[in-house]
């Protein structure tokens, strides 16, 4: 190393003051990779398909729901590119619309639901 170089760093180092602060890169690091896990464990998160049920028996499901304030977990019949079914909607049936009904302020049409549980 050079004499400039060498001079450089105890020059450096004398002069450096550690103001005491707490370092926030190694935060963010651990809340970035607990993230980027959680969201690994979701994406890989093998969801099981439950027997599919009839329009009828959806329909009273939905109903019984809607009057008593219950809640729902709705599995479609929609997968994803990964041939895998999303997540349950869970929620309070809010409303219904012809075809449609309102579950947590989300929209999803009767006829793509697969199964229902109270």
């Known amino acids: 190393m050079s004499d400039d170089f060498d001079r450089r760093i105890k020059s450096f180092f004398?002069?450096?003051?550690?103001?005491?602060?707490?370092?926030?890169?190694?935060?963010y690091l651990s809340d970035h990779t607990a993230k980027i896990n959680a969201d690994y464990?979701?994406?890989t998160k093998k969801i099981r398909p439950r027997p599919a049920?009839?329009?009828?028996?959806?329909?009273?499901?939905?109903?019984?729901?809607f009057v008593s304030h219950q809640k729902v977990?709705?599995?479609?019949?929609?997968?994803?590119i990964e041939a895998q079914?999303?997540?349950?909607?869970?929620?309070?049936?809010?409303?219904?619309?012809?075809?449609?009904?309102?579950?947590?302020?989300?929209?999803?049409?009767?006829?793509?639901i697969?199964?229902?549980l109270l």
Not at 16 to 23: N, S
Not at 73 to 80: A, D, E, G, P, S
């Open 14 to 27: 004398k002069n450096y003051h550690d103001r005491g602060m707490v370092k926030w890169a190694g935060f």
């Open 41 to 43: 464990q979701r994406r």
């Open 53 to 65: 049920m009839p329009l009828s028996v959806i329909s009273e499901q939905l109903l019984q729901a």
């Open 73 to 80: 977990k709705i599995q479609l019949k929609i997968k994803n």
């Open 85 to 112: 079914y999303e997540p349950d909607i869970e929620g309070r049936v809010e409303g219904y619309n012809e075809d449609e009904i309102i579950v947590s302020g989300q929209r999803i049409k009767i006829t793509e």
């Open 114 to 116: 697969n199964n229902i």
